[in-house]
């Protein structure tokens, strides 16, 4: 089993939508918790972290993080198709460095 | 500001050959992480440098090797290549070295082995 599990998808939602992203992770040492977007041909984009539990707001973009059930998730707000991307969730524990553990990524398409 | 730049973009090569790809990263950043990105695993870490130190490394055989040099840009090696490391290979800077230090990746190596 994966240290850090993510539904693949592909997720199709209408224009306006609210998204939902998750990712369950089973490392209790994880403190560190990030969202990257990755569009085809890309390297990944970093849109959210945040530390330990808690919520996080950064314009249509929210991040939540639950430690106490090892549950991370990313909402996106009127979702635009420039919004369709692939999204990796992940993480790190405090003294691990820049090793970050990453989901296997969701396929997201906003649709006109 | 520059971004992390990764070169060469594209490269084929065949088993049994190496390679060495190359990762300038973001003026002032002094670590750099590489990262190789499958469609069966994903992205899972390499190794990690800090001020041309080796400070993290992934589960990876000794076949990839990398090094930093003093102006903080890195190289990755990958001796006797096989087929499944066929891959796109994603480098990354920080500023810091510390847990959470946002990672700036770059556009990536892809990789072909034949």
């Known amino acids: 089993q994966k240290e850090v599990e993510q539904d693949p998808g592909p997720l199709s939602v209408p224009e306006g939508a609210i998204v939902s992203l998750n990712c369950t992770y089973s490392?209790?040492?994880?403190?560190?918790f990030m969202w990257y977007r990755q569009y085809s041909r890309k390297g990944p984009e970093l849109l959210m972290y945040?530390?330990?539990?808690g919520n996080k707001e950064d314009g249509r973009f929210t991040a939540q993080v639950d430690k106490s059930s090892k549950y991370i998730s990313l909402f996106i707000r009127d979702s635009q198709p420039s919004d369709s991307a692939t999204y990796l969730c992940?993480?790190?524990?405090?003294?691990?460095?820049?090793?970050?553990?990453f989901g296997t990524g969701t396929q997201l398409k906003v649709e006109l | 500001k520059a971004g992390v730049t990764q070169t060469p973009r594209y490269l084929i090569k065949t088993r049994g050959q190496q390679v060495t790809l190359s990762c300038s990263p973001i003026?002032?950043?002094?670590?750099v992480s590489w990262y190789q990105q499958t469609p069966g695993q994903g992205l899972q870490f390499l190794f990690e440098?800090?001020?041309?130190?080796?400070?993290n490394k992934g589960n990876f055989p000794g076949r990839f090797s990398g090094r930093q040099f003093s102006n903080s840009r890195s190289e990755m090696n990958v001796s006797t290549l096989e087929l499944g490391d066929s891959a796109l290979y994603l480098c990354?800077?920080?500023?810091?070295?510390?847990?959470?230090?946002?990672?700036?990746f770059g556009n990536g190596t892809r990789l072909t082995v034949t």
């Open positions: 990354a800077s920080s500023s810091g070295t510390g847990s959470g230090s946002p990672l700036h």
């Open positions: 490392n209790s040492a994880f403190q560190y």
């Open positions: 945040t530390y330990s539990s």
């Open positions: 992940a993480m790190s524990e405090t003294g691990g460095g820049n090793k970050l553990t």
């Open positions: 003026s002032g950043h002094r670590s």
């Open positions: 440098y800090f001020s041309e130190t080796q400070r």
